[in-house]
């Protein structure tokens, strides 16, 4: 079940996510340059994958049983070549998703009055493309990473918050099921209450909650500038007490908005201790030849130069799958075979490591944060 | 006062850092229980009251005195779903302000 999903459809996990879910980057430029972005994208960065290559690996993919495509970025509204790649990843089957930082959610009140005829038809040609792809869509998430003082400070854009919050208003007025994707340092932690209250007000059906993942721009000390003063500005929710206060603030949230699934992204390690027998398929070897690579590896990452990764998009490139560019039905028993085995290691010893935690996991990235100690085990500790 | 103004209270009492790093990791550590689904989660006259779902049949291992545990109810499903019990379970914080609210267990 994702964050978007019907409560009480029913669930066959793979791993410990409920669904077999492809991050798709298909480019890392985007309109703004956040700074707590972990993929780096902005203004600046150029190129982007070519659809049709990703239709092919869909393809397969959807062979190997994924279900799922999540459209990240960059931002993904820019990339232009979007409406390709939903229309063949729903013809595929997948259910397809995306997550935007809502700058390019057309306003429908906005006629562009300002601008000559030239622009106006050039505006409204991109608005009515990008909405047929917005009601293409399963589901629409947009990022915030708190009220508009630090969310606009960490986009380094003044009306961030405000085109955000507008986009989350715009789509569900339009019916759209639609969500806020809420990334939390510890700055920003005191103004979720109040933020969820604003969203609630806007009408999301669905809040996940998720600590800033300290990769990419986040993890340089330039990360996370301007935020509120009177508390340590942009440390990351990785102290023991920072994630039990993260955890219990959602539960309480989900109280007192009902009708808003609160998620998240943190767990308890009992819990996952537990729960391990999900990753049973791929710690057995002899099991996991004779099962799909999404019970295998989920969530799938696909990067903006094309590169196959599992977990998350930081994930040390040690354990890269393979490529687009070369992916095929061969490629993946022979991953299945052989090259699966260090990943398999690295996720015996993160489950194994959870017996002796009494604290709360942010589960996939603490993987990636192990997949760099693993593939540099002379480095200073990670967070994990 | 009002219930919703207590509740959001809870989640903004919980975000405000005013209650000490050592209350919030004691407190989740006292409320998470093995095997056990957190369903409801609000302050009460006790500290905090815990509505729990679970499929296993509710010991008083699990609610050890150690966890400041001052009462605890199980509401059997029963005949509508005979494995799945309801546990509210209410724990003394005493450093949630709403402690003395007159507001009963069972609310």
């Known amino acids: ?384 | 006062m009002k219930t919703k103004d207590l509740t959001t209270r809870m989640s903004q009492r919980l975000a405000n850092y005013k209650l000490d790093d050592k209350v919030i990791a004691s407190l989740a550590d006292r409320i998470l229980l093995d095997g056990v689904q957190i369903a409801r989660f609000d302050v009460c006259m006790y500290g905090i009251c815990v509505d729990y779902f679970t499929d296993k049949h509710p010991t008083l291992e699990m609610l050890d005195h150690r966890r400041g545990v001052v009462r605890w109810e199980v509401f059997p499903y029963g005949i509508i779903d005979w494995d799945r019990f309801h546990v509210r379970v209410a724990f003394a914080v005493d450093e949630l302000e709403a402690k003395g609210a007159m507001r009963d267990f069972v609310g």
């Open chain 1, 1 to 384: 079940m994702t964050l978007l999903d019907e409560p009480g459809s029913p669930v066959v996990r793979s791993g410990f996510a409920p669904d077999r879910i492809i991050h798709l980057h298909p480019s890392a430029r985007c309109n703004l340059s956040c700074s707590h972005c972990y993929s780096d994208s902005g203004p600046s960065r150029k190129g982007g994958l070519d659809a049709r290559a990703i239709n092919e690996a869909l393809t397969t993919l959807r062979r190997h049983g994924y279900s799922h495509v999540s459209l990240s970025g960059g931002e993904p509204l820019m990339y232009p070549q979007l409406s390709d790649v939903v229309d063949g990843a729903k013809d595929l089957g997948y259910r397809v998703t995306l997550i935007t930082n809502g700058l390019l959610v057309p306003n429908r009140n906005d006629r562009g009055d300002r601008l000559d005829r030239y622009d106006r038809n050039q505006r409204s040609d991109r608005k009515d493309r990008i909405d047929a792809v917005l009601r293409n869509l399963d589901g629409v998430a947009i990022s915030f990473d708190g009220l508009a003082a630090s969310h606009n400070a960490i986009r380094g854009r003044a009306d961030a918050f405000e085109r955000a919050s507008a986009a989350v208003e715009q789509l569900s007025m339009a019916g759209q099921r639609v969500a806020a994707a809420v990334s939390v340092s510890r700055s920003t932690i005191p103004e979720l209450p109040d933020l969820v209250e604003h969203l609630a007000g806007l009408g999301v059906c669905a809040v996940q909650i998720r600590p800033v993942a300290m990769a990419g721009r986040a993890s340089r000390p330039a990360g996370l500038p301007g935020l509120p003063a009177g508390l340590p500005a942009g440390l990351p929710v990785d102290v023991a007490a920072d994630r039990a206060r993260l955890f219990l603030i959602s539960i309480a949230l989900g109280y007192e908005f009902p009708h808003i699934r609160i998620r998240c992204d943190l767990a308890p390690a009992s819990g996952l201790w537990s729960d391990r027998s999900s990753y049973r398929d791929l710690l057995e070897p002899d099991r996991a030849r004779d099962t799909s690579l999404a019970q295998l590896v989920n969530p799938l990452v696909i990067t903006e130069n094309g590169f196959l990764k599992p977990i998350a998009y930081d994930f040390d490139s040690r354990f890269d799958i393979g490529s687009i560019e070369s992916l095929n039905d061969g490629v993946i028993e022979t991953y299945k075979s052989n090259g699966i085995d260090s990943f398999r290691d690295l996720m015996q010893s993160a489950i194994d490591g959870l017996d002796s935690l009494s604290t709360f996991v942010d589960w996939f990235d603490d993987c990636t944060r192990l997949s760099e100690r693993f593939a540099h085990p002379t480095r200073a500790p990670a967070l994990v």
